[in-house]
């Protein structure tokens, strides 16, 4: 596993943590209508660990000595994940500022901070869109370049 | 006039057909029957088309592939992926700048209009299309060198 792959796990490994952690707050928040508990944010520092832990140590063990940062190959398919990641960007975007419009009708409105939650979730999206594309095509030996 | 040249018209007016004949249909519709289903998807398709026209020059090209002409080499794709690219950062940016003035205007209790929504998306279609053109004259300019 070379740098490119084991930074694709990283993001997706970031993703799954932070949609447990949003998820765990949204239901709480929002479905539930109570604070989050003291006892689960130690269940969500002790996830943090170890998910830190593993990041160390995937990152100090290297494929070889002379391991490159990332050769032609790697930045031919990391920019491949990106233009694959701005797709999904761009139509998570639209449909989430279309739905709203259409659901609220002409004369609806939003709260604000729902442009933030719109905005972080379509990065965390982005982040895993970008991870999935970079180790799909090191499975299938980008055979387009 | 040389193949790549047409090619570019092709695309230019092709672009603006699809951009402009839905777009002024949509409009006549909201305003004579107010916001429905028809215009808002018309308005998805034309922000899909407007948003992801950088894909067709791909696409074209492995159509193309059989003919013994090139007319978009390694280094076009590589100066068009990396304009696509600096265009999706500075997407990221406005997107980012549009929620914290928004909240800095209304506040962090207020609402926004859902109508300022799909405005927000178009203008960051427009910043987008303007940074990816940009880029692309900048890097032929310079001779679409590798700046890695």
Known sequence: MNRTQKGALLILSGFIVNFAILGYLFITIFVLKSLPKRSAAVVLLLLLAMQFGWWVLLLRKRQSPAEPEADERDKAIMRNAVLVSFISTWLLLEAATLIPALMLGEAGSVPVYILTFINFGVFLMAGLVYAVAILVQYRYGSKNE | ?148
């Open chain 2, 1 to 148: 006039m040389n193949q790549t040249k047409s090619v570019s018209w092709f695309y230019f007016f092709l672009g603006l057909a699809c951009f402009l004949i839905p777009g002024v249909v949509a409009v006549f519709i909201v305003y004579d029957k107010g916001v429905s289903f028809v215009p808002v998807f018309m308005f998805a398709g034309i922000v899909i088309w407007g948003g992801l026209f950088w894909v067709f020059p791909f696409t074209f090209g492995r159509l193309g592939k059989g003919k013994k002409k090139v007319t978009f080499d390694e280094r076009d794709q590589l100066i068009h992926k990396k304009s696509v690219m600096a265009g999706y950062v500075v997407l990221w940016i406005y997107f980012v700048a549009a929620c914290v003035i928004a909240w800095c205007i209304v506040g962090p209790h207020g609402s926004i209009s859902v109508n300022v929504m799909p405005l927000t998306l178009l203008g960051g279609l427009v910043i987008f299309t303007l940074v990816q053109g940009l880029a692309s004259l900048i890097q032929y300019s310079r001779g679409g060198k590798e700046h890695e």
